[in-house]
């Protein structure tokens, strides 16, 4: 689906799941990606964490950009529980101690996005809570040991076994939890 035939969107993202979004709701894409560190001010409220990240990205990949038509998106995921950001885990305990705190209890997943031209930036996000059923250690152990998920905020994705039998309730997309809030990111390509 070619909805605007005026701009080409470029991907800077390594996720694979964000690919597999944009891919799965036919929005065309290329993908370049460009390193950039993910660093925010320490009073950044946790809600604002994703969107800052995902336009700090925007503005470390400008570079991509070899066309006036071309478009950049961008994008960072957080989980919030208790007002504190769980990113990616360091190791294995890091891993297991986060999805213990997450365990039967609700959290908040943000993704921040940046769409970014030559002349226009737009920066929006979407929020999604999340009911988690209670893990056991045994499970919690498997989940970590079997799908090593050190590179997912919280320690867990949504499409792999938590979110398929230990997720209770979602009030928001899931493609949001998934790391792209596509609904978002498509109107707001219609206007850009």
């Known amino acids: 689906m070619n909805f605007r035939p005026d701009l080409s969107l470029i991907l800077a993202s390594k996720s694979p799941r964000r690919s597999q979004l944009l891919t799965q709701a036919g929005i065309p894409f290329t993908l370049r990606t460009a390193e950039v560190e993910e660093v925010y ?21 400008l570079h991509l950009l070899a066309a006036a038509h071309e478009v950049l998106l961008t994008a960072d995921s957080v989980v919030i529980l208790d007002g504190e950001i769980f990113g990616k885990p360091r190791d294995r305990d890091h891993a297991l101690e986060m999805l213990g705190r997450l365990s039967g209890r609700e959290h908040t997943v943000v993704t921040g996005c940046c769409l970014r031209s030559r002349e226009k930036e737009v920066v929006f996000s979407g929020a999604a809570q999340v009911q988690m059923h209670t893990l056991t250690a045994e499970e919690t152990g498997t989940y970590v040991d079997t799908c090593a998920p050190y590179d997912k905020a919280g320690s867990y994705a949504i499409q792999e076994w938590i979110g398929l039998a230990k997720i209770r309730r979602i009030v928001g997309t899931y493609p949001t939890v998934m790391g792209l809030p596509v609904d978002q990111v498509y109107h707001q390509l219609l206007t850009f």
């Open 41 to 61: 001010p320490p009073e950044t409220p946790a809600s604002d964490v994703a969107p800052y990240l995902a336009r700090l990205k925007a503005e470390g990949s």
